[in-house]
């Protein structure tokens, strides 16, 4: 497992942009996939994005397809997530994973950041 650390959360009005970061220990980084998960206090934690252990494959969920680039440097052994063109929807608690595999199910990351708060104003 690694540990992971995530940054970067805020207020920002409708519209506005945030850049999520989560920062990873150990040197096995670059072996692992890492996603962004969210979660509000009424609704389950629901997957957001995926990025592959290279990074040459990324995913998203609909609702964030065109505003949100997830990306990653291994040298760093850090996630982003750039998110644009944000609306009130968009506020939760942002988590990063990683896993082995990249997919959209939660069960199959086995280490998760704290979450940083994320919260659009209308």
């Known amino acids: 497992q690694v540990q992971l650390l995530e940054s970067g959360g805020g207020l920002v009005q409708t519209g506005g942009s945030l850049r999520l970061s989560c920062a990873a220990s150990?040197?096995?980084?670059?072996?692992?996939?890492m996603a962004w998960f969210r979660q509000t206090p009424t609704k389950e934690r629901e997957f957001v994005t995926f990025?592959?252990?290279?990074?040459?494959?990324?995913y998203y969920t609909d609702s964030v397809k065109g505003r949100f680039t997830i990306s990653r440097d291994n040298a760093k052994n850090t996630v982003y997530l750039q998110m644009n063109s944000l609306k009130p929807e968009d506020t939760a608690v942002y988590y990063c994973?990683?896993?082995?595999?990249?997919?959209?199910?939660?069960?199959?990351?086995?280490?998760w950041g704290q979450g940083t708060q994320v919260t659009v104003s209308s």
């Open positions: 994973a990683a896993g082995r595999i990249a997919t959209m199910h939660r069960n199959a990351y086995d280490s």
């Open positions: 150990g040197r096995t980084f670059s072996s692992y996939a």
């Open positions: 990025i592959s252990s290279t990074g040459s494959s990324t």
